[in-house]
């Protein structure tokens, strides 16, 4: 009985880290194209960043009252900020990317030159997430159908976070993993062209996040 309590309890954590896992964002792509692009443990510790930013998200959650909640569906300025932001994000990046156009031919990653940026993915990562304010809704949210339940254990709650987490951070390996088969059939030009795109839908969230945030 109590392994089954255990299971119906921490079953909806795994589903939902598999939801955030999957969920179309800005992380999303750039995990993929990090991966390709500076290779796997960049793309990890871009991973271990986004992980980080989830954890100061879900302490301010923990914290929060539903009146936070309230004020970032009902006020339009956390829209505009999160677009403007995003939009900021991904201009610097496109910028960057037309800047420092290669040549065409295979892609191969140098390792000597890899090490010194996985402190600077790992920042990447923790920042592109922070600035995305709905992944802070999904956290409130979560806690506010969820934690109640757990008013008599309080560190359940926080195993339920754990759950969420490591699900989360699980699938997104294998998706780094994926994603590393690709790379030796890729070009300089075709990686190129992913950082163009993927930085692209970022643009354009941020850009609708901005409209939005002016028209309702």
């Keep these: 009985n109590r392994n089954k309590k255990i299971m119906t309890d921490f079953l ?15 992380v999303f792509f750039t995990i993929l194209e990090i991966s390709v692009s500076k290779g796997f443990r960049a793309a990890v510790f871009f991973n271990i960043g986004v992980v980080f930013s989830e954890i100061v998200f879900f302490a301010i959650a923990y914290a929060s009252t539903s009146s936070l909640l309230e004020s970032i569906q009902e006020n339009p300025s956390w829209k505009i900020l999160g677009g403007v932001l995003l939009s900021f994000y991904a201009g610097i990046t ?13 892609y ?34 979560i806690v506010a159908n969820y934690g109640p339940g757990f008013q008599d254990t309080e560190y359940k709650m926080f195993l339920f976070f754990l759950t969420i987490v490591g699900t ?11 994603a590393q088969q690709l790379k030796s059939s890729l070009t300089r030009a075709v990686i190129t062209k992913i ?4 930085n692209s839908v970022i643009l354009i969230i941020g850009i609708v996040l901005i409209f939005k945030g002016f028209f309702e």
């Design 108 to 141: 191969s990653i140098d390792p000597g030159s890899e090490s010194p940026n996985l402190i600077k993915n790992m920042v990447r990562g923790f920042l592109l997430n922070i600035i995305n304010f709905a992944v802070l809704v999904f956290w409130i949210l």
């Design 195 to 198: 950082k163009i795109v993927v």
């Design 94 to 106: 496109l910028l960057g990317i037309y800047q420092n156009k290669t040549e065409e031919g295979p």
């Design 168 to 178: 989360y951070f699980s699938i997104d390996l294998g998706k780094i993993y994926l």
């Design 12 to 26: 909806p954590a795994i589903f939902l880290g598999i939801i955030l896992a999957f969920t179309i964002g800005p």
